[in-house]
Structures are given as C-alpha cells and as structure tokens.
C-alpha cells in the first residue's frame, strides 16, 4: 500500500459524459501528478501539481482539467467524454515539486466510456 | 526529445533463473532513474532509483539495476527468480527543469515459468 488512495475504483459511463476522479496524496506529501495509462499511447504524464499550484503539464486533453485543494487533495475532471478516453487514471505524489523525489502511485481509476 | 526504450516486449523465465530486463534512454543531461512494477490489477510500485554516486543500486525483492551513461542503459537485474514476479515492469526517466514528470518506457511483461 503505497499510501496513495483514489477513488472510485471504476467508473463506466457514456460517450459526451463528464467524470471527476478523486485523490489523496501520502501523508505529507506536497505534489500530486496524474498518469492516463492506455494500451496504445502507454502510460502517459498529464499534469503536476505542487502545494495547490499547477507545476507542469504534458499531453492534457483540453476536455480534462484538474485541481488540487488546501487539504492537498486533487482531482481530475474529464468531460465531453470520447470512447478514446476510456483508460486506466493513476495519481502519484511526492514530497518535493522535482522528478528527483520518488513518486508514488496510487492504484488508479480505472474508465470505460460505452 | 526524452524518451525510454525498453526493448522487450515480452520476456518468459523459469523460476529460479536469473533475470535481466533492458532499458534504455535518451536524455541531455545525468537523467534521475526508476524502475516500477505493476502487477496485475495494481497500481505501480516502486523498486528502485539511480540518483547519483553507486552505478550499481539495490531496490526491493531482490532487485538490481546498473546505469551505464556510456550506453545510457538501466538495466534491471535478478539473480533468482520467483513466481510472484511475474508482472509488467517499466523503466522511467525523470525530466526536470520546468518539466517534472517521469517519462515511460512501454513496459516488458515477465512470465515465470514453475
């Protein structure tokens, strides 16, 4: 148990719907990153925040957005859904806002769009 | 551009033999290292990390990998393989400097054979 937890577990839902995916980073941890996994494009890096504050961004979707809280908590928005979206969603965190401090993933959300 | 080539897809041992998967990257600058494991239906875990200092670091269950920066390799290393390995195993490369995300590998699938 890496001390990452996200909720739900799995989500199905319907082409042109809207989702919101929920993390909780490690216990003092300050930077959550969300990862889409797919069986073609791999695991990708979407965005990073750090301690409230967007740090980086990769390959998001306009159609996604995310946010994390005062209580450090993050979530990750995804609407106007695409059969193309459904994929496995990891939330990672970390102490510090740099790649050099270890990341840990939660067990993910797993999304089908019917 | 960044990127981790792991070029087994693929790789089937028997139980008790040893183990190398291959990893290699592509990076400007002295990359930060990781080697993840995911099991099926899980989240990522962590086994270990190049830094910097010992080429040669040691992570969990066993595990070894060397960072060669005249190949740039990572390769990860076992000496005696166990059932309960079996999983899909990803290397990944730390980007920093405004870009803080780990770049993946495409991940090598291990099968262990009784």
């Known amino acids: 148990d890496s001390g990452v937890t996200q909720t739900p577990k799995h989500l199905i839902t319907a082409t042109g719907q809207r989702v919101t995916l929920r993390c909780s980073p490690r216990?003092?941890?300050?930077?959550v990153y969300w990862y889409q996994q797919s069986l073609d494009q791999g695991l990708q890096f979407l965005i990073q925040?750090?301690?409230?504050?967007?740090?980086a961004k990769g390959n998001i979707l306009e159609r996604f957005s995310a946010q994390q809280f005062p209580d450090l908590h993050s979530e990750l928005n995804l609407s106007s859904l695409e059969l193309g979206d459904s994929a496995l969603y990891f939330c990672?965190?970390?102490?510090?806002?740099?790649?050099?401090?270890?990341?840990?993933f939660g067990p993910g959300t797993r999304l089908t769009v019917t | 551009a960044q990127s981790v080539t792991q070029p087994d897809i693929h790789i089937t041992v028997s139980e008790g033999a040893s183990l190398e998967l291959r990893c290699n990257y592509s990076?400007?600058?002295?990359?930060?290292l990781f080697w993840y494991v995911q099991s099926p239906g899980q989240g990522l875990q962590l086994l270990l990390k190049?830094?910097?200092?010992?080429?040669l670091v040691q992570g969990i269950k066993g595990f070894e990998a060397e960072f060669k920066r005249s190949q740039s390799s990572f390769n990860l290393r076992k000496p005696s393989v166990h059932w309960s390995d079996a999983a899909e195993y990803f290397c990944?490369?730390?980007?920093?400097?405004?870009?803080?995300?780990?770049?993946f590998g495409a991940g090598t699938r291990l099968a262990v054979h009784p």
């Open positions: 990672a965190s970390s102490v510090g806002p740099t790649s050099s401090y270890e990341q840990y």
């Open positions: 216990s003092g941890d300050l930077s």
């Open positions: 925040y750090y301690n409230g504050e967007e740090r």
């Open positions: 990076y400007g600058a002295t990359p930060y």
């Open positions: 190049y830094f910097s200092g010992d080429t």
């Open positions: 990944a490369v730390g980007i920093s400097g405004g870009y803080n995300k780990l770049i």
